[in-house]
């Protein structure tokens, strides 16, 4: 029978890119919790000194490391710092990711008017920029690549290790007015079973976490005004998942130690799991 402690995770080296974000930072404390040492990995480096500082504060082992994810050079020269201060990585947490304006449209359809008469207000699907989508691509499909390319070199043929990438409910079920980012992150989920299935025979776990709605610094503004009453957006999303409210980023915590412990899922690989208050499950009727 599994037990709440064979998710341990002491002495573990667990690396976790877009380490600075609101979520990932609650990821890495419930991790060190855990036993584990953690690198946190971050374009911006205090940002990512910060979430490891916290850590360290609270008793806990953990690095701040600056790393670009959509750079291989940058992320081998992390890696092998990592690897020289902390040890081999044995759980990588893909966590990097983020749309972009240029890949939303203004409205949730379109709209005949705007499309006889452009308003240069509206963005619709056709003014939607190669650059912005390019970009929601990269950082959260590519920006999943390279870094397992890299850092699942230091995990073949040793005991324990998995991979663990940060999909959305998007990928379910894509929202409107953000195209690139749900057709990002659909691609998130796919690349995770496809390496799941790569890395079976080596025994590297590949699964992914599909957050639903958490109010994080990237949508702040999205779903609540400045004297902090939701939006008619966030009203939307509301109505629409069963338990009536956004998650917490602790409520993240149960399914990340399940997936990244060895003892507790080692028979689980290629799983996308929602975590999202029954968003998915709703038909909206």
Same mark, same amino acid.
């Given at each position: 029978? *599994?037990?709440?402690?064979?998710?341990?995770?002491?002495?573990?080296?667990?690396?976790?890119?877009?380490?600075?974000?609101?979520?990932?930072?609650?990821?890495?404390?419930?991790?060190?919790?855990?036993?584990?040492?953690?690198?946190?990995?971050?374009? $911006?480096? &205090?940002?990512?000194? $910060?979430?490891?500082?916290?850590?360290?504060?609270?008793?806990?082992? /953990?690095?701040?490391?600056?790393?670009? #994810?959509?750079?291989?050079?940058? %992320?081998?020269?992390?890696?092998?710092?990592? !690897? *020289?201060? @902390?040890?081999?990585?044995?759980?990588? #947490?893909?966590?990097?990711?983020?749309?972009?304006?240029?890949? +939303? +449209?203004?409205?949730?359809?379109? !709209?005949?008017?705007?499309?006889? $008469?452009?308003?240069?207000?509206?963005?619709?699907?056709?003014?939607? &920029?190669?650059?912005?989508?390019?970009? #929601?691509?990269?950082?959260? @499909?590519?920006?999943?690549?390279?870094?397992?390319? #890299?850092?699942?070199? !230091?995990?073949?043929?040793?005991?324990?290790?998995?991979? @663990?990438?940060?999909?959305?409910?998007?990928?379910?079920?894509?929202?409107?007015?953000?195209?690139?980012?749900?057709?990002?992150?659909?691609?998130?989920?796919?690349?995770? !079973?496809?390496?799941?299935?790569?890395? /079976?025979?080596?025994?590297?776990?590949?699964?992914?976490?599909?957050?639903?709605?958490?109010?994080?610094?990237?949508?702040?503004?999205? @779903?609540?005004?400045?004297?902090?009453?939701?939006?008619?957006?966030?009203? $939307?999303?509301?109505?629409?998942?069963?338990?009536?409210?956004?998650?917490?980023?602790?409520? %993240?915590?149960?399914?990340?130690?399940?997936?990244?412990?060895?003892?507790?899922?080692?028979?689980?690989?290629?799983?996308?799991?929602?975590?999202?208050?029954?968003?998915?499950?709703?038909?909206?009727?």
């Amino acid at each position: 029978m *599994t037990k709440a402690a064979d998710t341990d995770q002491k002495g573990k080296v667990i690396l976790m890119t877009g380490g600075g974000g609101v979520l990932v930072a609650e990821m890495a404390r419930a991790l060190s919790q855990a036993g584990a040492r953690i690198a946190i990995l971050d374009l $911006k480096l &205090e940002a990512a000194e $910060k979430v490891a500082a916290g850590i360290r504060d609270a008793g806990g082992e /953990a690095l701040a490391f600056a790393a670009n #994810v959509l750079d291989r050079a940058s %992320l081998e020269a992390a890696a092998q710092e990592v !690897q *020289t201060r @902390l040890g081999p990585c044995d759980i990588l #947490v893909n966590g990097a990711g983020g749309n972009h304006p240029k890949g +939303t +449209t203004t409205k949730d359809n379109l !709209q005949l008017e705007d499309f006889l $008469k452009p308003d240069p207000e509206v963005f619709s699907f056709f003014d939607l &920029e190669e650059a912005g989508i390019r970009f #929601v691509f990269d950082l959260n @499909l590519l920006g999943t690549i390279l870094p397992s390319q #890299v850092f699942a070199r !230091q995990m073949v043929g040793r005991k324990g290790c998995s991979i @663990l990438n940060i999909s959305s409910m998007n990928a379910f079920r894509p929202l409107t007015r953000i195209p690139a980012y749900s057709a990002a992150k659909a691609a998130v989920s796919n690349f995770t !079973q496809w390496l799941a299935v790569h890395f /079976a025979p080596v025994g590297i776990r590949v699964n992914a976490i599909a957050p639903g709605f958490f109010v994080t610094q990237q949508n702040q503004a999205l @779903l609540f005004t400045a004297d902090g009453q939701p939006t008619a957006r966030a009203a $939307k999303i509301l109505n629409n998942t069963p338990m009536a409210r956004f998650g917490e980023a602790k409520e %993240l915590i149960g399914t990340l130690l399940w997936l990244t412990s060895e003892q507790a899922s080692s028979f689980v690989n290629g799983t996308i799991i929602p975590v999202d208050g029954g968003f998915s499950a709703f038909s909206g009727v």
